[in-house]
């Protein structure tokens, strides 16, 4: 693994792990402003992903970028308990939404 790919692991997982300990804590809040905050943050997990060029075939408009994009973009919409569904909901289609997104940017 090369230095920037370190990097964008890092960084993927550092966002991740610092989104779910606020939400965890509930230094968040609740509302509008922790449902943008947790949006970015599954945005920027992909995107640090995406930078840093790993895995390239979740990005080069393959079927298994359209499918890990499609399903979390599915997996945000599933019913649970309201605690779970207010964090899950905005990370997975914020994460869903940008794979699909650069995928079909490939295509482009």
Do not use: C, D, Y
């Not at 943008?36 to 075939?57: D, E, K, M, Q, S």
Request: proline share 5%; charged share 10%; no cysteine.
């Amino acid at each position: 693994m090369s230095t920037p790919e370190f990097w964008g692991v890092a960084l993927s997982f550092l966002t991740l792990i610092i989104v779910t300990l606020l939400a965890q804590f509930k230094w968040l809040g609740s509302g509008m402003i922790k449902t943008f905050v947790v949006f970015i943050a599954g945005i920027g997990v992909i995107a640090w992903l995406w930078v840093a060029g790993i895995p390239p075939a979740w990005f080069a408009g393959t079927k298994a970028g359209f499918s890990l994009g499609g399903t979390f973009t599915i997996t945000s919409f599933l019913p649970g308990k309201e605690e779970e569904r207010s964090f899950r909901f905005p990370l997975f289609l914020g994460m869903g939404l940008t794979l699909l997104v650069f995928n079909f940017l490939a295509h482009v």
